[in-house]
């Protein structure tokens, strides 16, 4: 079959051996597959992923020097199932997701992302492990039932933040993961949602998404915004979903006391803060990582329900042939947001 593999920090698409279901497997079509900012890093900082992944103690057998397939948020039609499958909640012909896992006799593989061994959605056919793959219900199309890994990040952070009634929340960036923040937050009637971002069009998705201020940085801080909108009294939960060096540090300073930051940006550098700050004003700091899988099946719930819209985040698709350009042109906020590959497609990026 066909996949885009990341090979010396090029993608280049290739023929690959065909996916074989083992037990408990069934051999999926790829129908649609995000294309996320951590593939991004990836391919640019892969060393640099593994070395902090190990760093951070988490067991490793990904080598990126080795060929990989990347692709973690995809939505796939089921062509077979393999052995040892009676139970398995899908079908052929079923659309399903999943999440980016496989249950082996040995343990939970990556797939799509850190492993050498489970091709991701960058390629026509995948294996998924049959007992966790979702049905994706109420008629929802892939492209939208791809979007429920990202969307997933955003509710497990909102839910991290643990919100009690009048607290207002400001969030810093508006690119996936900050857009999926704010349709969370929005879902669950938040009432002052401040979303900051220097790129107009981002601000723009950022609004349709349920941002009740989108503010422009350059022109105005962020925090400033908050104050003006809020008088500055209320509770605040900030989430810093930019994750560049400076941001955490800057955060902690604009925050009242007492605060709260949510930091779901992944700043892959090595950054500072000010202890101090953060003491003094008795800041109270989380970083989150994805989510568990009942915030991921409830997000393809409120996906297919109408609870959650990420119509305006797709904003291009492209086949496998165009996966290089789309990692070339996400680099500039001001052009995508969220580029899904079709397999069954072939040529560079239609703007939705
Ligand atoms: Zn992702």
């Given at each position: 079959m066909l996949a885009v593999i990341a090979r010396d920090k090029q993608l280049v698409v290739d023929t690959v051996d065909d996916p074989v279901p083992g037990s408990g497997e069934a051999l999926v079509a790829v129908t649609a597959c995000g294309i996320c900012g951590s593939d991004l890093h990836m391919l640019r900082y892969g060393d640099r992923m593994i070395e902090q992944t190990l760093e951070a103690g988490m067991p490793l057998l990904f080598d990126p020097k080795r060929d990989y397939v990347m692709g973690h948020e995809f939505a796939c039609e089921v062509l077979e199932l393999g052995p040892d499958c009676d139970g398995a909640p899908v079908r052929p012909g079923d659309l399903v997701t999943s999440l980016p896992v496989a249950l082996t006799s040995t343990g939970i593989e990556p797939v799509g992302a850190y492993s050498n061994v489970y091709n991701g959605g960058y390629a026509e056919r995948m294996r998924l492990t049959a007992a966790i793959c979702m049905k994706v219900p109420n008629g929802l199309d892939a492209r939208r039932a791809a979007l429920t890994e990202p969307m997933a990040v955003g509710r497990h952070a909102v839910g991290k933040a643990d919100l009690a009634a009048g607290d207002t929340t400001l969030v810093l960036g508006c690119g996936p993961v900050g857009l999926a923040v704010i349709a969370e937050l929005r879902r669950r009637n938040v009432e002052t949602i401040v979303a900051s971002d220097f790129s107009p069009s981002r601000r723009a998705v950022a609004a349709a998404m349920g941002a009740t201020e989108v503010i422009d940085p350059a022109t105005e801080p962020a925090i400033d915004a908050w104050r003006r909108v809020t008088g500055g009294m209320k509770p605040l939960v900030i989430f810093e979903a930019i994750g560049v060096p400076g941001m955490l540090d800057r955060a902690m300073k604009d925050a009242p006391a007492q605060s709260r930051i949510v930091v779901v940006g992944v700043c892959m550098e090595t950054d500072h803060v000010h202890p101090s700050v953060g003491i003094m004003k008795e800041l109270h700091v989380q970083f989150v990582l994805a989510y568990d899988p009942f915030e991921f099946a409830d997000t393809l719930r409120t996906i297919a329900e109408g609870e959650i819209d990420v119509t305006p985040m797709v904003t291009g698709v492209c086949g496998l042939d165009g996966v290089a350009g789309a990692f070339a042109v996400l680099?500039?906020?001001?052009?995508?947001?969220k580029i899904l590959v079709e397999p069954g497609r072939s040529g560079p990026i239609e703007n939705l």
């Open positions: 680099g500039d906020p001001e052009q995508h947001v």
